[in-house]
C-alpha cells in the first residue's frame, strides 16, 4: 500500500524535475554501457555507476520501461550482489 508520505515524496521529485533528470542519466548510463561492452545492466549496477540510490534507479528504470525506453531481458546473476536479477537493456 503506497503511504501518503510516499505520494507527496514522489510528486516532489516530479514537480521539482529531479525524477526527469534521473531518468536522463539512468537511460544516458544504460545506453553507454550496452554500446561499448553489449551487456546489459541489473539496477544496482546502475546505482553504482550513476550515483544515484537504488530505490530512486528502480522508479525510474519502472517509468523508463513503460516509456518504451527500457526493456528487461534473460535472467543473470548481478555482478555486484551475485543474485539473480532481471537486467535491462535500451529498446
Not at 514522489?10 to 514537480?15: A, G, M, V, W
Amino acid at each position: 500500500m503506497i503511504t501518503h508520505t510516499s505520494k507527496l515524496a514522489y510528486k516532489q521529485i516530479n514537480d521539482e524535475g529531479t525524477s526527469e533528470t534521473q531518468k536522463k542519466t539512468i537511460l544516458s548510463i544504460v545506453k553507454l554501457h550496452y554500446n561499448q561492452v553489449k551487456r546489459d545492466m541489473s539496477l544496482r549496477e546502475i546505482s553504482s555507476k550513476t550515483g544515484i540510490e537504488i530505490n530512486a534507479v528502480s522508479g525510474r528504470v519502472n517509468d523508463l520501461k513503460k516509456d518504451g525506453k527500457l526493456q528487461t531481458t534473460v535472467k543473470r546473476k548481478c555482478t555486484i550482489t551475485n543474485r539473480l536479477v532481471a537486467p535491462v537493456i535500451p529498446t
